[in-house]
């Protein structure tokens, strides 16, 4: 079969690999209809996330179920299906405990307590590196779905892929977010970053009752996509300092949740980088600063965007006087997914507003490097096998 391969840092290609088979008497087959980039692809394809071999990428994808193992009775072969990011395997102590992103049997290689930077990781992700399982990605034409009676879920039919395709990872992971910061109605939500999961964070902001929601994005053109399809205000960092914005929006106090969907691959400065380098640090934390001082006191910070190194100079002091809640980490997808179908489905929420690009898979290099370089005001690629 064909599939975006990784094979070093810069470098994914459309490339032929073996058919996936089944492994397991829980497994499924699945051929990929629609699959997509996501912001998190880009630690692998820049090296920030170590991958020594190669892979097959994507962990937002959907299929029709193709082949089905020996215990699987919820699906059959035909069956359209959605797949969350998280392989979990539903009988561990933290599937049991909603909390499958730290599966204890599905990352049976480098599974832990510690969350070390290269050694200890929670539960396995599709196509996110030989740390996160090695497991191979749905940027394919076909994929193997371990555990596959527990996470995958129907579509309706009257739902096409572009409508659900996003409850794989950025919406559950936007809703994450928001839901954490247990909005009672009427917060001021500030959102740091107006790629694809801020902007599912925006939509889900509005759905958990917040009052007014600010986003925040250095590229003018992704502020317009927020403002087109979210309504929200908007502020460019480049044009005002953010944080004095903010606070002036609040009689002064901040916002009361803040969401960093950005993580340590910020746009940085020469000297941002100088000191990441020498202080031995990936990318850096200065989006999750400015949360820190934009959110009010007692106020919630969730962070979403990826974090993958220790850092100097955590403003700890800070998060103690201001009485922070911090909030972050996968989303555990199957806690939501359910939900999320009905919301799209009544809609009361619309997700594929955000796609710019729709390509066929065999052009994933040229993507990859749109997406990458944000040329031709791309937000969110979809790929088709």
Known sequence: ????????????????VDDPRIEDSRDVILKVTSTAICGSDLHILSGAVPQANNMVMGHEFMGIVEEVGSAITNLKRGDRVVVPFPIACGHCFFCTHEASPACENSNYKHYGPNGDMMGQKGGALFGYTDL???????????????????????????????????????????????????LKGGEVVAIFGSGPVGLMAQKAAWLNGASRVIAIDPLDYRLEKAKTVNKVETLNPHKVNVVDAIREMTNGRGADVCVDA???????????????????????????????????????????????????????????????????????????????????????????????????????SEAYAMFDDKTDNCVKVVLKP
């Open 1 to 16: 079969m064909k599939a975006a391969v990784f094979h070093k840092p810069g470098d994914i290609r459309y490339d032929s």
């Open 132 to 182: 996160y399982g090695g497991y191979s990605g749905g940027q394919a034409e076909y994929v193997r779905v371990p555990y596959a009676d527990i996470s995958p879920r129907i579509v309706p039919d009257d739902m096409s892929d572009e409508q659900v395709l996003f409850l794989t990872d950025i919406f559950p992971t936007g809703w994450s977010a928001i839901d954490w910061a247990q």
């Open 262 to 364: 950005v993580g340590f691959e910020p746009e940085r400065s020469f000297v941002d980088k100088f000191k990441a380098t020498i202080n031995f640090e990936k990318g850096s934390i200065k989006v999750l600063e400015m949360c820190f001082e934009a959110v009010r006191r007692m106020g919630t910070v969730s962070i979403m965007g990826v974090y993958g190194s220790t850092y100097d100079n955590f403003p700890l002091h800070r998060v103690f006087d201001k009485g922070i809640t911090i909030k972050q980490g996968q989303a555990p997808v199957l806690n939501y997914i359910d939900h999320l179908i009905d919301l799209v489905s009544t809609k009361k929420v619309v997700l594929d507003d955000i796609i710019t690009h729709t390509v066929p898979l065999s052009k994933v």
